[in-house]
Nanobody, 116 residues
């Protein structure tokens, strides 16, 4: 079992930056895929960015060039650096860890609000 705890969500002005953190309860080395998803009010949860066990990132088109996913294996932590934030980035951001095709874990979420 893996417990994921997100942090870093906040209220930020348009154009601002935030870094989200996702700390896992066990080593993230060997976890197939870790990522960030988000869910805005009235919308379905959507992929934001993922990073494979080999360190390869993948981004949803609307965040390419603005968001960066990274990881610190010794700290069991995955990060999401978000720059040039827009009001449409407002959502609850969730961390996800994919152990296998049938097994994945989610964090409790952290709120990001982009507003002036």
């Amino acid at each position: 079992q893996v417990q994921l705890v997100e942090s870093g969500g906040d209220l930020v002005q348009p154009g601002g930056s935030l870094t989200l953190s996702c700390k896992a309860s066990r080593s993230i080395f060997g976890i197939n895929n870790m990522g960030w998803y988000r869910q805005a009010p009235g919308k379905q949860r959507e992929l934001v960015a993922t990073i494979t066990n080999g360190g390869s990132p993948n981004y949803e088109d609307s965040v390419k060039g603005r968001f960066t996913i990274s990881r610190d294996i010794p700290k069991n932590t995955v990060y999401l650096r978000m720059n040039s934030l827009k009001p449409e980035d407002t959502a609850v951001y969730y961390c996800n860890a994919v152990i296998s095709q049938r097994l994945s874990y989610w964090g409790q979420g952290t709120q990001v609000t982009v507003s002036s």
